[in-house]
Antibody, heavy 120, light 107 residues
Framework: QVQLQESGPGLVKSSETLSLTCTVS????????WSWIRQPPGKGPEWIGY???????NYSPSLKSRVTISVDMSQSHFSLKLSAVTAADTAVYYC??????????????WGPGTPVTVSS | DIQMTQSPSSLSASVGDRVTITCRPS??????LNWYQQKPGKAPNLLIY???NLQSGVPSRFSGSGSGTYFTLTLNNLQPEDFATYFC?????????FGQGTKLEMK
């Protein structure tokens, strides 16, 4: 059973870079696409992007200029960096696996989420 | 981006009721539609994938249908643990977008 756990600062200052890590256990980090998803208070989830263990990545166009997602196979974790944050980036951040069921992409494993507040 | 519109945004029902939630993508997504359940303070949990396929371990009182630009999630014989927020999500094309959610509350 794959398990994911986010870690990182819960408070980031405006204009700085948000950095989070997701540790993967119970399964291999290779062969899968690893995503970050965020959810502002009271709103639906927003997909940020994914990275593949071999280095490919895909980001939401609305965040692409500020986002980097990378996979570290040696540490069995993947990371999110979001630069130049503002109050609009305040949200609960989830890491998740983008798997496939019946040829359909699904977010089948999720971390518990970590709240991040951007302060001025 | 494909916009996902859910209705209603909230719904009141009683244990034993049957309820239906609708999701309308802004363009056709074939059957690349998933449903998630989220309880307060928890991550979303996959219920249904490919519009109508039940994820392993999900009770059969949950069902999904639809294709293209109209999808429904039906909950039969509501149980106390079903009161939560439900989201649809499309994986037809990137960026993978979610609906705004339907909050199912106990009447």
């Amino acid at each position: 059973q794959v398990q994911l756990q986010e870690s990182g600062p819960g408070l980031v200052k405006s204009s700085e870079t948000l950095s989070l890590t997701c540790t993967v256990s119970g399964g291999s980090i290779s062969g899968s696409y690893w995503s970050w998803i965020r959810q502002p208070p009271g709103k639906g989830p927003e997909w940020i992007g994914y990275a593949y263990y071999r280095g490919a990545s895909n980001y939401s166009p609305s965040l692409k200029s500020r986002v980097t997602i990378s996979v570290d196979m040696s540490q069995s974790h993947f990371s999110l960096k979001l630069s130049a944050v503002t109050a609009a980036d305040t949200a609960v951040y989830y890491c998740a696996r983008l798997g496939t069921l019946g040829r359909v992409g699904v977010f089948d494993y999720w971390g518990p989420g970590t709240p991040v507040t951007v302060s001025s | 981006d494909i916009q996902m519109t859910q209705s209603p945004s909230s719904l009141s029902a009683s244990v034993g009721d049957r309820v239906t939630i609708t999701c309308r993508p802004s363009q056709s997504i074939n059957s690349h539609l998933n449903w998630y359940q989220q309880k307060p303070g928890k991550a979303p949990n996959l219920l249904i994938y490919g519009a109508s396929n039940l994820q392993s371990g999900v009770p059969s009182r949950f069902s999904g249908s639809g294709s293209g630009t109209y999808f429904t999630l039906t909950l039969n014989n509501l149980q106390p643990e079903d009161f939560a927020t439900y989201f649809c999500q499309q994986s037809s094309s990137s960026p993978y977008t979610f609906g705004q959610g339907t909050k199912l509350e106990m009447k």
